[in-house]
C-alpha cells in the first residue's frame, strides 16, 4: 500500500463548478499537508498549507484536513478554465534530522468553458 | 523576485554521457532537493542538502550524485545515463530550521530540467 494515494483522474468539470480533489493517507505521523498546482512542462506550484486537522481557505480554494480519517481534500469554487492543471497532494512528518515528504501522483483537472 | 531557476529547461544527452543539471535560488533557503519525476507520476525525492549536509535516499541509484557548492546553487550530476532516466528534473528548497518545526515551510520548486536520452 503506498503511503499517499490519489486519484489520477481526469476530472472534467464545466466552468464554474466546485471541483473536489482529495488524497488518502495511511501514515498518521503526518503533520504538514500541501497542495500543489502543476501545468504541463512547469514545476509544482503551492496552492495551500496546512497543519493538523482543519479548514484553511485563500480566495476560491479551501483546503481540509481530516486526521481521524486520514484524508485531505482541496476544493476549488467557481473553477475557471485556467485552473486546468494537475493538482498534487503532499504529506510531512517529522524525521530525526529532518522532515520527510511524501508526494500523491497527482489528479488532473480539466475545467470546461 | 525571488525564486528557483534551474537551466537549462531542456537537456538532451546521449545514452552513457555524463550531464549535469544546475539549480539555483535567491530564496536563501537552507534545505535543497533534487526529485525526478516520470510522466503521470509523483516526484520521486532523489536527495537532499540540509545545508551543507547530504542526505541520500536508500533507493537512488549511485549513478546519481549532487554537488553544492554554497548556499544559492545545487547541482545533479548523471554519471552515466540510461533510458530508464529520461524524466522531468525538479529541484526545491525550503527553509527547515533545526528539525524542531518550529519554522517548518513548505518547498518551493523550480520549473524542471526535462531530460531526453539519446
Known amino acids: 500500500q503506498k503511503e499517499v494515494e490519489q486519484d489520477p483522474g481526469p476530472l472534467s468539470v464545466p466552468e464554474g463548478a466546485i471541483v473536489s480533489l482529495n488524497c488518502t493517507y495511511s501514515?498518521?505521523?503526518?503533520?504538514?499537508f500541501m497542495w500543489y498546482r502543476q501545468y504541463s512542462r512547469k514545476g509544482p506550484e503551492l496552492l495551500m498549507y496546512t497543519y493538523s486537522s482543519g479548514n484553511k481557505e485563500d480566495g476560491r480554494f479551501t483546503a481540509q484536513v481530516d486526521k481521524s480519517s486520514k484524508y485531505i481534500s482541496l476544493f476549488i469554487r467557481d473553477s475557471q478554465p485556467s485552473d486546468s492543471a494537475t493538482y498534487l497532494c503532499?504529506?510531512?512528518?517529522?524525521?530525526?534530522?529532518?522532515?520527510?515528504?511524501?508526494f500523491g501522483a497527482g489528479t488532473r483537472l480539466f475545467v470546461k468553458a | 523576485d525571488a525564486m528557483v531557476i534551474q537551466n537549462p529547461r531542456y537537456q538532451v544527452t546521449q545514452f552513457g554521457k555524463p550531464v549535469t543539471l544546475s539549480c539555483s535560488q535567491t530564496?536563501?533557503?537552507?534545505?535543497m532537493y533534487w526529485y525526478q519525476q516520470k510522466s503521470s507520476q509523483a516526484p520521486k525525492l532523489l536527495f537532499h542538502y540540509y545545508d551543507k549536509d547530504f542526505n541520500n535516499e536508500a533507493d537512488t541509484p549511485d549513478n546519481f550524485q549532487s554537488r553544492r557548492p554554497n548556499t544559492s546553487f545545487c547541482f545533479l550530476d548523471i554519471r552515466s545515463p540510461g533510458l530508464g532516466d529520461a524524466a522531468m528534473y525538479l529541484c526545491?528548497?525550503?527553509?527547515?530550521?533545526?528539525?524542531?518545526?518550529?519554522?517548518?515551510?513548505?518547498?518551493?520548486f523550480g520549473d524542471g530540467t526535462r531530460l531526453s536520452i539519446l
Open positions: 530564496l536563501n533557503h537552507n534545505v
Open positions: 526545491a528548497t525550503s527553509r527547515d530550521q533545526g528539525g524542531q518545526g518550529k519554522s517548518n515551510q513548505p518547498q518551493h
Open positions: 501514515n498518521s505521523a503526518f503533520q504538514y
Open positions: 503532499a504529506m510531512r512528518s517529522r524525521i530525526t534530522g529532518g522532515f520527510k515528504t511524501i
